[in-house]
């Protein structure tokens, strides 16, 4: 059984637009399933404004999904009571992009810790002292830095500190929305690391959300594409780098530089902008960039289906 | 369309103000220590007789249907009667309003013809003599308690040089001109007593000043900042550029967009003045709602109180209705949007 | 922090006008050179002199040690009057821009109501429904005030309440009083509290113009707008009595509001 199974899960948010309220509605994840298996990664890739953070944010039930379920160790979360969803937090847990908006800037850092395990009574003083010293050891940080406050520490090691914190409760499962897009080059890869050696200690699942594919490469077990709320391809790490199906994937990754000269793979240049997801194009969504798109492309909707053994692809011409 | 629309909606935006108003008024009316019934009757009231009254006046019914005869007098243009002038406190207020108006009105005249170019000049002469020189004059005007500035311009102009009159709204004996609009001035230009007209005005220097001086104060600086926002943005440093005349790049083309935060706190300093009026009202025995207001609180006359605020509230909404159609209209970004 | 406090003049000179104000609460009865009410008919209605550094009234009191006891009297009821506003106003800003919806539509509206009167008008309509005294006219004061702080805060709330670290908070189960109090507004008051500082000028001058028209102080409090009322009287004969108390509220709302000013100049260097 899978530690985590997304079953046509849809997010759609209502905007409303002047005084008499004409009312879009925005489809940022539209019918999403997934599965995470324990210990492993699912690394999920697309532009931004593709719907990878809301997929992320309705797991967690940070935004009520609209439909579809979510079931962790085989129960359903999708309108589970409050309670029972307070508990199945500890289980599951995020870290966010931007290392200086996700930690309070007037908290300090023990005190940022420590607030997961005061949330479920984890503990009395001591025990917890004990384990956020414990903690702060395992990202790499002093004793005596705990008692700094947010705005004093590199991104790097802030961005360490929002793992320590989501890693408090010993979860299983940790949603990473692009954790490391906002740290420099040579930082990101300490943090990559940390988060690999983390998650064989600890047996981790990561669900990791990135728009950089060389980085989703190095981390992921699986991979899925998202363009417009939908997920476009998703299998093994290797057969989507190496034999891309849909011809979104064949053009993210023609942008890729490619390590091996010898290997020449010709740069497809996408056409215009991604569309708006509050007013998606008809039949597949993303027939109007597309270079193989066809008369049919605009009306059908192409199913995910499985062009190949364990590879998946939502494309007419595949 | 596009401004009828506007104001359509701002005006149903105000119902459930007014409604707020109204119960807020209700709710303030019924906080008053102690038992009307037993106030009218005074201390010799027997029982019974105190128990009719109550009957009677409906104190004994629940607050909804009490809320809801207040409703139905406002609606009636009832509010009550005061208890110090003994007349229909509807009847006072149209007596005493037009001063007050009056007043304001001048006041704002006052604030508009010298906070916009004290603000402008103040901003184009940057840390120089005039800028330190009109910042000090606004942080002082903010802080003013106006009631001792009027005391003070009393002491001096009337009573130690006597070249300002220091009370009322006209010279003792004179008799106020023919009945248009209430406000002397207008009334008295309007049928040409130009005697009247030049006392009233004159009537209206000290107290106008009074009034004026915080809304000076506030309008100056929000000029001031909103000038100097707008000075340094490339469009102005280009008509600089080009050699065009200082006061035309200033005031025709710099004012023209720096004015605009101006006019949404115009709405507030009227209110301001609106409530400042109390106060110097008081100071210059001017026969307006704040002199009414102050005499009814000494006399403990409650109806006459509510009444005042009622009316002063519903004065300050519509003045801030006028003042945002005034904002659309001089927008162009709110007419497309 | 502290250097940018000093090198401002018109701060520093805030600074000062409200240490001298605090002093002369603290230590009235060593500063004040005769009794705020004892009457000696002997001496009234002298000017200024050594002996009266601001003269005295029409009972003979020494006006200089009026004003000085009244510093207790104006820090006062500006203090209390800001410690009740301020956190009603804050906690129903942080609830109405943290919940949003419904809640925040019933929250804004009432405040909206609360807004349009212009303050001194209600402020004096309930302190006259309360009678007229200096309590009631500081809950009147607490009364018409809160709805500032509710709308600022509620502004900078809606500000950060989408920021990660209130989303991370949330994702680790934490209930919405524990956001409130420990994420949200702590991270949202410091515009208010600056908010707060001018504000103590500005009540202690409302509550000097409720007192000069009979609402607050009764004589013979040493109350400056109770004084200038009394002031009044004697216009004629005793500009003095008129004059200073006036100037004390002055230079009290001036104090504070360049402190305010100044304060806000921190938070926001863009601004000059």
């Known amino acids: ?318 | 369309m596009d401004a009828l629309r506007f104001i359509g909606k701002r005006l149903l935006l105000m119902i459930p103000i007014l409604i707020g108003i109204s119960i807020l008024t209700f709710a303030i009316s019924n906080t008053i220590p102690g038992d009307p019934a037993r106030l009218i009757l005074g201390p010799k009231a027997t029982p019974e007789g105190l128990e009719a009254l109550r009957e009677d006046m409906g104190l004994n019914d629940p607050l909804y249907v009490q809320y809801g005869n207040y409703m139905a007098g406002i609606f009636q243009g009832d509010l009550g009667k005061s208890t110090y002038s003994q007349r229909p406190v509807v009847d006072d207020l149209l007596r005493y309003s037009p001063a007050t108006f009056e007043l304001t009105m001048f006041a704002m005249f006052i604030t508009l013809v010298v906070g916009i170019p004290f603000g402008v000049i103040s901003a184009s002469r940057k840390d120089r003599i005039a800028d330190q020189f009109t910042r000090i004059f606004a942080l002082i005007g903010v802080a003013m308690p106006a009631f001792w500035l009027g005391l003070l311009l009393l002491l001096f102009f009337y009573l130690k040089l006597g070249v300002l009159p220091g009370s009322g709204r006209l010279d003792g004996g004179m008799s106020p001109p023919e009945y248009i609009t209430g406000m002397y001035t207008v009334d008295a230009l309007l049928t040409g007593n130009w005697p009247v007209l030049y006392a009233a005005v004159m009537h209206m220097i000290l107290p106008g000043i009074t009034l004026a001086a915080v809304t000076v104060g506030m309008i100056t600086r929000m000029t001031r900042s909103s000038m100097l926002t707008v000075l340094q943005s490339d469009y102005i440093r280009t008509a600089f550029a080009k050699g065009a005349p200082e006061n035309r790049v200033l005031y025709g083309h710099a004012l023209r967009n720096g004015i605009m935060p101006v006019i949404t706190l115009l709405g507030m300093a009227f209110g301001h003045a609106l409530g400042g009026s109390v106060l110097v009202e008081a100071v210059f025995s001017w026969p307006g709602l704040g002199q009414y207001a102050v005499n009814a609180i000494n006399y403990l006359d409650f109806p006459a109180v509510m009444g005042v605020t009622l009316l002063i509230a519903v004065m300050f909404i519509i003045v801030n209705l006028i003042v945002d159609t005034l904002y659309f209209f001089i927008d162009p970004r709110l007419k497309h949007n | 922090m502290v250097r940018r406090v000093t090198s401002s003049p018109l701060t520093m000179l805030g600074l000062f006008i409200v240490l001298i104000i605090l002093i002369a609460a603290l230590f009235a009865p060593a500063i004040a050179t005769h009794s705020p009410t004892e009457v000696d008919l002997v001496s009234k209605l002298e000017a200024p002199s050594a002996e009266h550094y601001f003269g005295t009234d029409e009972v003979g009191r020494d006006i200089y040690s009026r004003i000085v006891y009244g510093t207790r009297i104006s820090l006062r009821i500006g203090l209390l009057v800001v410690l009740i506003a301020f956190p009603i106003g804050t906690i129903l800003g942080a609830i109405a821009g943290y919940a949003g919806g419904r809640i925040d539509q019933v929250i804004m509206r009432i405040t909206d109501i609360f807004l349009s009167f212009p303050g001194i008008i209600l402020a004096m309509s309930i302190a006259a429904a309360l009678g007229p005294s200096i309590d009631n006219v500081m809950l009147a004061l607490a009364a018409t005030w809160w709805p500032w702080y509710t709308r600022i805060v509620r502004s900078s709330v809606m500000s950060i309440k989408h920021s990660e670290f209130i989303e991370a908070s949330r994702a680790l189960g934490a209930n919405p009083f524990r956001i409130l109090f420990k994420e949200v507004i702590p991270n949202s008051i410091a515009p208010a509290t600056i908010q707060a500082s001018l504000d103590l000028g500005f009540v202690i001058l409302s509550a000097a113009g409720l007192s000069f028209i009979g609402l607050g102080a009764q004589p013979p409090s040493p109350e400056w707008g109770a004084m200038l009322s009394n002031s009044r009287e004697i216009l004629r004969e005793a500009w003095w009595a008129a004059t200073f108390p006036g100037l004390a509220i002055l230079f009290t709302v001036l104090g504070f509001n360049l402190l305010g000013d100044g304060l806000n100049d921190l938070m926001d260097p863009k601004q000059r």
């Open chain 1, 1 to 318: 059984m899978a530690l985590l199974e997304v079953t046509n899960l849809k997010q759609h948010f209502t905007t409303k637009k002047g005084f008499l309220g004409e009312k879009t509605i925005v489809k940022a994840v539209d019918g999403v399933s997934i599965t995470i298996d324990e210990g492993k990664t699912l690394g999920v890739v697309g532009e931004s404004g593709c719907g990878k953070s809301s997929l992320g944010r309705s797991i967690l039930r940070l935004v009520e999904p609209t439909e579809g379920s979510i079931k962790f160790e085989g129960e359903e979360i999708v309108g589970m009571s409050a309670k029972r969803m307070k508990e199945l937090r500890k289980e599951m847990q995020i870290v966010f992009q931007d290392p200086y908006a996700s930690l309070n800037p007037r908290r300090t850092v023990r005190q940022i810790l420590e607030a997961p395990l005061i949330i479920h009574g984890v503990g009395d003083k001591r025990e917890r002292k004990e384990l956020i010293e414990n903690l702060s050891g395992k990202i790499g940080l002093r004793k005596e830095q705990l008692s700094n406050y947010p705005h004093e520490f590199s991104g790097g090691q802030r961005q360490r500190i929002g793992i320590a914190r989501a890693l408090a409760l010993n979860p299983k499962l940790i949603i990473a929305d692009e954790p490391v897009s906002a740290l420099d080059v040579s930082v990101q890869s300490q943090v990559l690391n940390l988060m690999l050696e983390l998650q064989q200690e600890m047996n981790l699942s990561y669900m990791f959300i990135s728009h950089d594919l060389s980085v989703v490469q190095h981390i992921s077990d699986k991979v899925a594409v998202m363009y417009l709320g939908k997920i476009v391809e998703i299998a093994d790490v290797g057969k989507v780098y190496d034999t891309p199906m849909h011809p979104y994937t064949q053009a993210l990754l023609s942008a890729l530089p490619v390590p091996d000269p010898t290997r020449v793979r010709s740069r497809i240049i996408l056409q215009g902008d991604l569309p708006s997801p509050s007013n998606p194009p008809t039949g597949c969504t993303f027939h109007t960039r597309c270079p193989m798109a066809t008369k049919e492309c605009a009306e059908i909707v192409p199913p995910l289906e499985e062009k190949a053994p364990g590879h998946f692809a939502a494309c007419i011409h595949v």
